[in-house]
């Protein structure tokens, strides 16, 4: 295994040009680990190496973390929603009201400011739900008005009119 120091990439890295340019810079940097092999073909497979590393933490997101978060999250959200809604196609329908409405997140507010949530309900004892509540209260609204019907009730309302 090849162990780079930070101040061998940093240097690597300030030099401008394209990967061959680097070629000096990382075989004078390293002990080559592959005796047989030319000097050209070691730091090209090096250069490469550093690049792609370069290029992993330079697309990985400064806040990764909330990002996973954020999707264990919808993913619990969605199991729970699917636990409460046993047929699959049912919970398909319920699926995509919820995206449409607020594509899964607790903290989704219209426009008008008067509907929150993954439901987009209006009362405001709602907003302050977690999210687990929040599907709780939906699957009662459409029970109570659509007759717990989600695909032909309240998913069919919504494609005719814009709302549930």
């Not at 940097?29 to 792609?52: D, F, K, N, Q, Y």
């Amino acid at each position: 295994m090849i162990k780079l120091s930070t101040g061998v990439i940093h240097k690597c890295v300030k030099a401008v040009g394209l990967a061959q340019d680097y070629a000096p810079c990382l075989t004078s940097s390293l002990p080559s680990t592959r005796g047989s092999e030319p000097v050209s073909r070691i730091a090209r497979s090096r250069c490469l190496m550093v690049l792609a590393v370069l290029c992993v933490i330079g697309i990985t997101p400064a806040n990764a973390t909330e990002a996973v978060k954020q999707t264990t999250s919808i993913d619990s959200l969605k199991l729970y929603a699917h636990s409460r809604i046993i047929n699959y196609k049912e919970f398909q329908c319920f699926n995509t009201l919820i995206t449409k409405e607020s594509n899964w997140r607790v903290k989704a507010i219209n426009p008008n400011g008067n509907h929150f949530g993954l439901g987009q309900m209006r009362n405001v004892k709602y907003r302050n739900l977690d999210g687990f509540r929040m599907i709780d209260w939906t699957l009662r609204y459409i029970d109570h008005r659509y007759q717990g019907k989600i695909c032909n009730g309240a998913l069919a309302h919504w494609k005719k009119h814009g709302w549930h």
